[in-house]
């Protein structure tokens, strides 16, 4: 567990002992501690903050992506921003629990997570829906906003943002 907030991992320890098959090996009050613990030891699945001091959630992702550091990984933010899921996503996370959820969902998320598949609390999936829904929408306008222009039409558009005069054509 990687948290700044000691009571949080506490919590979450708390959590997880009450649990058979779970156990704790270990926990970093920031993400340069867990950059370290985790050069000299292994867990199946690391929950981790966001926003803690020396180096951030995501900056720990980028180091384990670099040194090829293969643990399944929650994020366990504050706050969900469904972009910056996006990246964390991309970096190699697995799960992403609000910490607003944390003491209903953390036992399923880390369950779910360490069996290979991903978990995602209701209002990061809905967020995440949303900015799909969103993007498919804006494609779909582009998409829209060409279909009246001939192929001559958008040639020469293209030729425009490309700064070309009427003499390079």
Aim: charged residues 30%; negative net charge; hydrophobic residues 40%.
């Amino acid at each position: 567990i990687a948290d700044d907030h000691k009571i949080l991992i506490e919590g979450v320890m708390a959590l997880i002992n009450i649990e058979d098959d779970i156990e704790v090996e270990g926990f970093s009050l920031t993400g340069k501690e867990a950059v370290n613990w985790s050069a000299t030891n292994t867990a199946d699945v690391l929950v981790l903050d966001i926003n803690m001091p020396e180096m951030d959630g995501i900056d720990v992702l980028k180091v384990f992506k670099q040194r090829d550091v293969r643990i399944k990984t929650i994020i366990l933010p504050s706050l969900s921003d469904p972009k910056l899921v996006q990246e964390m996503i991309a970096l190699g996370a697995n799960g992403f629990l609000e910490k607003s959820c944390a003491s209903e969902y953390i036992v399923d998320a880390i369950r779910a997570v360490n069996k290979g598949l991903q978990y995602f609390n209701e209002d990061i999936k809905s967020k995440l829906f949303n900015l799909y829904v969103a993007s498919s929408k804006k494609d779909n306008d582009k998409e829209e906003s060409h279909k009246d222009l001939t192929e001559r039409e958008i040639e020469v558009l293209k030729l425009i943002a490309q700064e070309k005069s009427a003499s390079e054509t």
